[in-house]
């Protein structure tokens, strides 16, 4: 059986309310009343709703008031706007502070209907919309560099700026800030975007095989080189070649890879012929170089030749105001994939996931949305079915340095340490498990293992 849509009607006058609920009642929904701004964002908090009807005109918080908190909370919930004070002005301000549509008293009920029916279309066909740019292949495109916290708008700024360039590009950060996504911005938005994007995970690769990965081979070049091999470099001729985690190439592969960027020729391993290559660079590291530099495990020339255009992905702490966006992105996303019908988080687990310190950043939420969604079987994802770690985590609120009970807050690294402890028993101790689970690399998890005194 189809379940009602719950609309939250927020309206200081009882008797508009009352009339409100009758109507719409009448046509089928589930109706929760407020009698103002304030008492409508705790509803919010407390209960999901899949639209809100509320006036502009209340005493103690005022509807614009009410819709910025409440959208600052979920921004995947349509607001429709009502007032009895019809200017322009007015619906101009509830649009860009986030409302749906505006609706001036008294109501046309014939107008109401039409345009509550369209914000919830809307906001369906939206998700779908992303799913299908996705699936389509945009997965890439700038404008699903999701976010609107002031340090991604500066990033989203100086991609759209660097993307058309041929400059080459160092995007650093922590693991799991989604660099392979900035890069992939930076490709499909530029000139070359009708070539190949070629991607290398450096790490992932040994050391012996990485150079064969890179520029190719000849065929009897070593054992079982039974034929030529086109490297990676060969592969994204005309295009741009990714290398992640390019500070855990050796000395010697670096000293290849300078030649490669001076030159713009490759040399298959076992061959002599130099082979001219159109590639636009772009490589990621998670450390610090200037570091690496001083600790002589990488060159400052190479280093000079890829930090033309340096771009930071910041961490998810840094922009938490971007969580519940993301969180709904991810969750529209594996719904679809995991063939279910998720509206979207109940409030207590947009609470959590708010609050969470997320060392792992947005891969880690990203991974524990998808368990969530896996999880599920209500239309709203709840707090229970989100990870082991995330349901572990803090239970501070942003207001201050103590929890409900009077226990004062984990530091980040308490907080951490214990998500990686709980994570590997939960994982029976495999590293690679555990390392999945938590969003991270493998390499990763070992140093985290090590800072916190946790190795075999």
């Known amino acids: 059986m189809k379940t009602k849509r719950t609309i939250l009607v927020v309206d200081d006058d009882r008797a508009h309310r009352t009339m409100l609920r009758t109507l719409l009642s009448g046509w089928g929904y589930l109706i929760h009343e407020a009698d103002d701004g304030e008492t409508a964002i705790a509803a919010v908090r407390d209960k999901p709703f899949d639209l809100i009807l509320m006036d502009i005109r209340m005493l103690k ?86 976010g609107s916290a002031p340090v991604m708008v500066r990033l989203l700024d100086t991609v759209a700026q660097v993307a058309p360039s041929e400059a080459t590009v160092l995007i650093t950060g922590e693991s799991g800030t989604g660099k392979e996504m900035i890069a992939g911005a930076i490709h499909f938005n530029s000139r070359r975007r009708e070539g190949p994007f070629v991607k290398i995970n450096c790490a992932a690769i040994t050391e012996t095989l990485l150079e064969s990965e890179l520029f190719g081979h000849e065929k009897g070049a070593f054992t079982g080189a039974d034929r030529r091999k086109e490297g990676k470099f060969r592969q994204a001729d005309g295009g741009t070649i990714f290398l992640d985690e390019v500070s855990e190439m050796s000395l010697a592969m670096q000293v290849k890879l300078l030649r490669v960027l001076q030159e713009r020729e490759i040399t298959r391993v076992g061959g002599n012929e130099a082979v001219k290559v159109d590639v636009r660079v772009i490589a990621a590291t998670n450390r610090d170089l200037a570091e690496e530099i001083g600790a002589g495990r990488f060159r400052e020339d190479l280093f000079y030749r890829l930090n033309v255009v340096t771009l930071l992905a910041p961490p998810l702490r840094e922009r938490a105001e971007d969580i519940p966006i993301l969180a709904q992105h991810f969750l529209t996303h594996f719904a679809q994939k995991n063939h279910k019908r998720i509206k979207g988080f109940s409030p207590q687990a947009m609470d959590r996931l708010r609050h969470y310190p997320w060392p792992g950043n947005v891969r880690e939420l990203m991974n524990a949305v998808e368990r969530g969604v896996v999880l599920s079987r209500s239309d709203y994802l709840e707090e229970t079915e989100l990870s082991l770690v995330i349901a572990t985590g803090p239970d501070d609120t942003s207001d201050g340095d103590s929890s409900p009970g009077g226990k004062r807050s984990s530091s980040l690294d308490e907080v951490e340490k214990d998500a990686v402890i709980r994570t590997l028993e939960d994982a029976k101790g495999n590293k690679s498990e555990a390392a999945r689970r938590l969003g991270v690399t493998r390499r990763t998890l070992h140093l985290k293992l090590k800072k916190y005194g946790l190795m075999d």
Do not use: C, W
């Not at 029916?117 to 700038?142: C, P, V, W």
């Open 61 to 146: 918080v005022s509807g614009l008031e009410a819709l910025v908190e409440i959208k600052a909370f979920n921004p995947a919930i349509p607001v429709m706007i009502m007032t009895a004070y019809a200017s322009l002005e007015t619906a101009v301000e509830a649009v860009k502070k986030g409302a749906y549509d505006y609706l001036p008293k008294p109501l046309d009920f014939d107008e109401l209907r039409l345009k509550m029916e369209r914000a919830m279309e809307h906001r369906q066909l939206k998700e779908e919309n992303a799913l299908l740019k996705e699936s389509l292949g945009s997965r890439f495109d700038r404008r699903n560099l999701i």
